[in-house]
């Protein structure tokens, strides 16, 4: 629950001398966040570090006692686990906010926060680097029939002429991440990770 309290609000005490009545009363506003899935040590402490936010961290909330708590809240915080669905977001009649720590909202009802006026934000780059990392990862056990030998080796066999695979023409730039593909340098040049900067440096990662 957050509170506005404004010194027009406030009646003046009886008891109180004129020079108290004139005193300006400071406002406070308080937001509660609602904070769950397991959302990174992080990135709750920049919320908590905030004095107008009270922060509630809970694990992930069975349906039912997501919708007897979200009434309190003026936003909530989560991953893939917590569904935000249509009855929730009607419920919370205080909620400002989503926060969706991730890149997808298929757990969360758009089209009813649209109507309801509450924003919905998500991480697009979140997982940039892990993408790309497990890309070329698949990418290079498919090319070099990492797989294949795997199997092979188990089986007591030795076909290391059948299972040479392809050259990679992948050079790594920067540990790894920062990558161009020679053949082609516009290879895979697209979305987010195409845009993500260049881990360490202040250069354009190609991939």
Known sequence: MWVR???SDI??????SPSDQLKPIPSTVTYRVLVTDEIDAEGVALLSADPRIVVDEVPTLPKDELLARIADYDAIVGRSATRISA???EKARKLKVVGRAGVGVDNIALDTATALGIAVINAPAGNTIAVVELFFG???SLLRYI???D????????ER?????EKLAVAATNAGLDCVWRSDPSFLRFGEISR???HGTGTDRRV
């Open 87 to 89: 009855d929730v977001l």
């Open 138 to 140: 698949t990418v290079i």
């Open 196 to 198: 993500a900067p260049a």
């Open 147 to 149: 797989p294949r030998a």
């Open 5 to 7: 309290g404004w010194a």
């Open 11 to 16: 009646e003046p005490s009886p008891c109180a």
């Open 161 to 165: 002429s059948a299972l040479l695979g």
């Open 151 to 158: 199997s092979s080796m188990h089986a007591g066999k030795w």
